[in-house]
């Protein structure tokens, strides 16, 4: 055992011999990711080290560039939690033969997802323990799974040592725990629970070592035999050392390079940022207006009510003071010692500090006798959430913690407090518009993982009346290869999102969505959505959807209902038959909905119903979500079509990331990019996709989402 | 995928997303490649202004106002602005910046910055303000509130010795003054930091050294008026 395994022996007695670590435990921080994207200083080998939580990284990792056996992955990792790291990958692998009974290719393309999960952090005599998931959903391609350690020698050295199982336990294998079934299970897409630390085991281990700030290097021994790749001559494993050498240019960019196997030489790039580490912390906008006491006694004097003209000098003062924050007086009731306020925030995503710049900008306009502020936030025309404040607390609370306003602060629904409400005359009807560029990607053909469009955008919104917005966009595409994306073969299912390759080849204007919508407000705590027309791409008719959502609750559940038509391939006004090669467009499909902010950074949602195939069964998404708005979370959707009708991917899941643009500035501003990675778009699990559904627009404004954030009130 | 497509995207990308929107919302100008700028750029480094750059610039705002006026100044960022007091509240007074920054002040003390980036949110010096304001020697805790990444307020807590320093002569205004030096220097596990105020006779604090934030640094602050 000794002659076989030295890396083993050179793990233990490193372990032995190392010194205690100073303080606590220390969880083992890296920003740099190893050739399969995961946080670590090697290569192919996993450690126990974590990124920092909330680092997001994309990492571009080949190996035989330019030649037919060239290998490339593609990865995004997450660091969900402190201790928890997930990775999501795309993988192009040159030169493989397939298998009998599988789809032909050129290029094997193949996704897969790892998790790790660190048990243990290093401790004064323990090392830090982490167990690993290796592509555990899917074909299993690089499945895997392991048990490692990681030690650290002063600042710079960290010796990791471990067992893997599956493709990690496939080198030199010293023992074995069970058999490892080789079948994918249903058609690939479950989480393969049978195959789990089951089958041939074996020890690797390496060392990284920190040179300079921005330099680092690794030496590994892989357990990982690459069997089906040397099979098929993809790489020849002439020795299970690998090497590698890592330049970190910025926090945001590394390059790194390996000596693989001795055969080949990989080059790794990787962009990272962090959802905690936005551009200007606390944001750099300019400072909002200073809370203006009023005079002592000025208080009681009630002669201004008599003066039909102060009510309306006041808002228009206002107004004025507002406008330069962004913020939109929408409709005003001013009485003898309350006013309240209904504001159109065009600016702020962090919510509390829109109310708070108005609470401010009401002390400074608003006659001395006016003690109780209500400020509620209008969306689409009707009234949201509300808060009302006391200006004694304003005047009294400017200097003293947020938590400290929170407390005295009322959170109520808008519909308690809108009557009286004198509507601005410019609220109604206003007409937006926005021209510019679009990108739409597809991802994840098997035949070309990478296709998009791009051109030009018109967007137009018109506010008709209170709760009514036509709204409609118009997109002319001026490059891309979207339409040569082939058609996939037969589905068992109407094809209802697997056509979308006969929408893509239009080169003429099309009309992405052309819609009238009614908001309301029928109850409190209930919200009302309507929408008729071309409600998206593919799809024209009507939606309605009902939500329950009381301001001070953190569940709120909704209903939906569609009837859809089919749309003309070329995306104009035309609509098209029903009848597809897998059977015929269902006229009606809608969603029971729950959606439950969880608190400790995640937020749940279970979907309910029937897709647009006609087929019926349930969603379940978990985000992990920050404060400043960004969010990373993942679906899956089952549905009771089989997963012989459904085709390969048992079941439709996917990734989707929010990223708030003021992250990224460092000024509010309300835009975000949302990017949902699907792992196919096949019919089984499909949902409409109409704009402006309630819960997203609206659970900003509620007294859950405003709290977390509520120190940017005085902000 | 091939290198050469996620190249050519990533290419295509950047082009198409650079491209400004036309629209009639002021608000929605925001692209994605300004945000992924915003991530990246450095902060250009802004000229030194000279001695009489200062002192004009001072010499007019004092002219333009009749309320106090504080001459602050960023060393580590290269800036130095004159504010003028635009509003008070028991006791904390807002000095405000034709640029749209404020600095509030208690006793000559910061409790409060906005628009500097990394502002102070707000302040617990309710244990050092009695000591330094009465140039007497002791140690208190203070608190100081930010905002994270996260936009959710910290507080720190560092212990604060209170020290005196030497007496001098400073310039100030159109004569001098007899200031006491105070020093407070403040320790938290992260952070260590001395500030440095310089008291009149009176018990005024008429020039200070204080510690802002890691990305501003130091903030000197004088009272002109």
Not at chain 1, 115 to 123: K, P, S
Not at chain 1, 699 to 705: F, I, L, N, P, V
Not at chain 2, 184 to 205: F, K, P
Request: hydrophobic share 40%.
């Amino acid at each position: 055992m000794v002659r076989k395994h030295p890396v083993i022996v050179a793990g233990v007695v490193a372990l032995a011999i190392s010194v205690p670590v100073a303080g606590g435990s220390d969880p083992l921080l890296s920003t740099q990711t190893n050739n399969f994207g995961a946080p670590g200083g090697l290569i192919d080998m996993p450690t126990a080290e974590m990124a920092p939580e909330a680092q997001m990284s994309a990492t571009v990792s080949a190996y035989a560039i330019g030649q037919d056996a060239q290998t490339t992955r593609t990865q995004l990792t997450f660091q969900v939690l402190p201790r928890l790291s997930a990775t999501f990958r795309y993988s192009g692998i040159g030169g493989l033969v397939p298998s009998a009974g599988r789809p032909t290719f050129d290029t094997n393309f193949d996704r897969s997802f790892d998790l790790r999960y660190q048990i243990a952090r290093e401790g004064p005599w323990r090392p830090a323990v982490a167990i690993g998931f290796q592509d555990f959903i899917g074909t299993g391609l690089y499945s895997g799974e392991y048990i490692v350690a990681t030690r650290s020698l002063g600042e710079r050295i960290r010796f990791s040592g471990g067992l893997g199982w599956g493709r990690l336990g496939s080198y030199s294998s010293f023992g074995s725990t069970g058999s490892r079934p080789d079948v994918t299970l249903g058609q690939g897409g479950i989480p393969t629970y049978d195959r789990w630390f089951r089958g041939d085991m074996a020890a690797f281990g390496g060392i990284s070592f920190q040179a300079t700030e921005k330099l680092s290097f690794a030496a590994e021994y892989s357990s990982d035999a690459y069997d089906r790749e040397v099979r098929d001559g993809n790489i020849s494993r002439k020795s299970p050392w690998n090497f590698g050498v890592s330049y970190k240019f910025s926090e945001t960019f590394q390059l790194s390079a390996y000596s693989l196997y001795g055969d080949e030489i990989g080059l790794n790039a990787t962009i990272s940022f962090n959802a905690l580490k936005p551009a200007v912390k606390g944001g750099a906008e300019g400072a909002p207006l200073p809370v203006a006491p009023r005079a002592p006694g000025s208080a009681a004097d009630l002669g201004w009510t008599t003066d039909p003209q102060r009510p309306a000098a006041a808002i228009g003062t206002l107004a004025t003071l507002l406008e330069r924050e962004g913020i939109k007086i929408h409709g005003f009731q001013i009485g003898p010692q309350d006013a309240h306020i209904q504001i159109r925030n065009t600016r702020y995503d962090m919510r509390a500090q829109a109310v708070g710049r108005t609470a401010r900008a009401m002390t400074r306009a608003l006659p001395a006798s006016i003690e109780i502020f209500t400020i509620t936030q209008m969306i689409q025309g009707q009234p949201s959430g509300s808060v009302t404040l006391r200006r004694s607390d304003i005047e009294r609370l400017e200097n003293a913690p947020a938590t400290e306003i929170l407390a005295a602060a009322t959170f109520r629904d808008g519909t308690e407090t809108d009557q009286s409400i004198t509507v601005m005359p410019d609220a109604f009807p206003r007409f937006e518009y926005n021209i510019g560029p679009f990108l739409r990607f597809s991802v994840f053909d098997p035949e070309n993982p990478v296709r998009f469009n791009a051109g030009i955008q018109a967007k137009a919104k018109y506010h008709i009346a209170p709760g009514w917005t036509a709204a409609g966009s118009v997109s002319q595409k001026v490059l891309g290869d979207l339409d040569s994306v082939s058609l996939p073969g037969a589905s068992g299912l109407p094809r209802v999102r697997s056509n979308v390759a006969f929408y893509n080849q239009t080169d003429t204007p099309t009309i992405d969505y052309l819609t009238i919508a009614n908001y309301g407000r029928p109850a409190r705590d209930i919200y009302s959505r309507v929408t008729l027309g071309y409600l998206e791409r593919m799809y024209a008719g009507a939606s309605a959807e009902m939500l329950w959502k009381p301001t001070a609750s953190r569940l709120a559940l909704g209903a939906e209902v569609n009837y859809v038509a089919p749309r003309d391939f070329d995306q104009q006004f035309g609509l098209r038959t029903r009848t597809t090669t897998g059977g015929t467009i269902p006229e009606w499909n809608g969603h029971l909905s729950a959606y439950y902010d969880i608190g400790y950074g995640f937020h749940g949602q279970i979907d309910a119903g029937r897709y647009l195939a006609g087929d019926w069964g349930a969603t379940l998404s978990l985000d992990r979500v920050f404060a400043n708005g960004w969010s990373v979370g993942a679906y899956a959707t089952k549905t009771n079509v089989s997963s012989a009708t459904f085709g390969e991917g048992s079941f439709d899941k996917g990734i989707k990331i929010v990223i708030p643009f003021s992250w990224g500035t460092g000024s509010p501003t309300l835009q975000k990019s949302t990017t949902v990675l699907q792992s196919l778009a096949r019919d089984g699990g499909a949902r409409l996709d109409v704009e402006g559904r309630l819960y997203e627009q609206i659970k900003d404004t509620h007294r859950a989402e405003m709290a977390k954030s509520w120190g940017t009130f005085w902000r | 995928m091939t290198l050469a497509a996620s190249l050519r995207a990533a290419a295509l990308a950047a082009v198409a997303l650079s491209l400004a929107a036309c629209s009639n919302n002021a608000e929605g100008q925001v692209s994605a490649l300004g945000t992924v700028q915003g991530l990246l750029k450095r902060a250009p480094v802004p000229k030194v202004p000279n001695p009489e750059q200062v002192a004009a610039m001072s010499a007019q705002t004092l002219a333009a106002t009749s309320g106090p006026v504080i001459l602050f100044a960023l060393p580590d960022r290269k800036q130095i602005t004159t504010l003028v007091r635009i509003e008070t509240n028991r006791g904390y007074e807002t000095y405000g910046s034709s640029d749209r920054r404020t600095v509030t002040l208690k006793g000559g003390m910061i409790t409060a910055t906005r628009g500097l980036g990394e502002d102070i949110m707000s302040v617990d010096i309710s244990g050092v303000a009695p000591l330094i304001r009465a140039a007497r020697e002791g140690a208190a805790y203070r608190t100081n509130r930010h905002l994270d990444g996260e936009n959710i307020t910290v507080a720190e807590r560092p212990y604060c010795q209170i020290k005196i320093g030497s007496q001098s002569q400073i310039p100030l205004g159109a004569g001098s003054a007899q200031v006491t030096e105070v020093l407070e220097s403040c320790v938290t596990d992260d952070l260590a930091y001395q500030n440095a105020y310089y008291i009149t006779q009176g018990g005024r604090i008429v020039q200070s050294r204080q510690w802002h934030s890691p990305l501003n640094g130091y903030v000197i602050i004088q009272q002109l008026r």
